[in-house]
């Protein structure tokens, strides 16, 4: 933090900060989890409430879709979920759990989906947070975002897998413990 924020990274040779990952303080909201699990709470709190102020992906910059989903994406989400369980005790202001990193989660999300609407079902690479995808994005799609796309059904489990959780799911309370399932896989 003290070196590179509200930089996306932080240069270890030169202990700066730098751009280039959306410029929207991308290390900052990847670890946010992190802070809570730690146990930081003064420092976790006070990062949310500068998220939730100071972030907006309304910014004129292609993202890597993979790296935006997995980092951004996925540290507001979860970030979220620990600050809107009161259970934690991780916010000492009340925080809403209908707004918030939730409601950034959101726009970042319909800006990222027209990235996934593509012939293959393989999503683009890249994406431009204001403009969706280029006309020029490369047709080549990014493989590390794919996954069953909705309108393709999930393959189906092999018949040997499919028949022992069928038979596990059936069995009472007490056949179903870790020794008597080693045993059946076995």
């Given at each position: 933090m003290a070196n590179a924020f509200?930089?996306?990274?932080?240069?270890?040779?030169?202990?700066?900060?730098?751009?280039?990952?959306?410029?929207?303080?991308?290390?900052?909201?990847?670890?946010?989890?992190?802070l809570a699990l730690l146990g930081n709470r003064t420092e976790f709190e006070a990062?949310?409430?500068?998220?939730?102020?100071?972030?907006?992906?309304?910014?004129d910059e292609t993202v890597s879709l993979f790296e935006t989903t997995i980092r951004a994406l996925g540290g507001l989400l979860s970030a979220h979920l620990l600050a809107a369980d009161p259970q934690l005790r991780l916010m000492e202001a009340p925080y809403d759990p209908h707004g918030g990193l939730l409601l950034l989660a959101l726009d970042l999300a319909e800006r990222l989906l027209p990235a996934l609407d593509t012939p293959s079902g393989i999503p683009y690479?890249?994406?431009?947070?204001?403009?969706?995808?280029?006309?020029t994005e490369s047709t080549i799609t990014c493989t590390a975002a794919a996954g069953a796309s909705p309108s393709s059904p999930a393959p189906?489990?092999?018949?040997a897998l499919h028949t022992a959780r069928v038979a596990r799911r059936r069995a009472p309370p007490q056949a179903r413990s870790p020794s008597s399932s080693a045993r059946s896989r076995g």
């Open positions: 509200p930089a996306d990274v932080l240069l270890p040779l030169s202990c700066t900060g730098k751009d280039g990952w959306g410029s929207f303080s991308l290390t900052l909201v990847d670890t946010l989890d992190a990062r949310v409430w500068w998220v939730v102020e100071h972030l907006s992906f309304d910014v690479g890249s994406i431009h947070l204001r403009d969706g995808v280029s006309p189906p489990a092999p018949p």
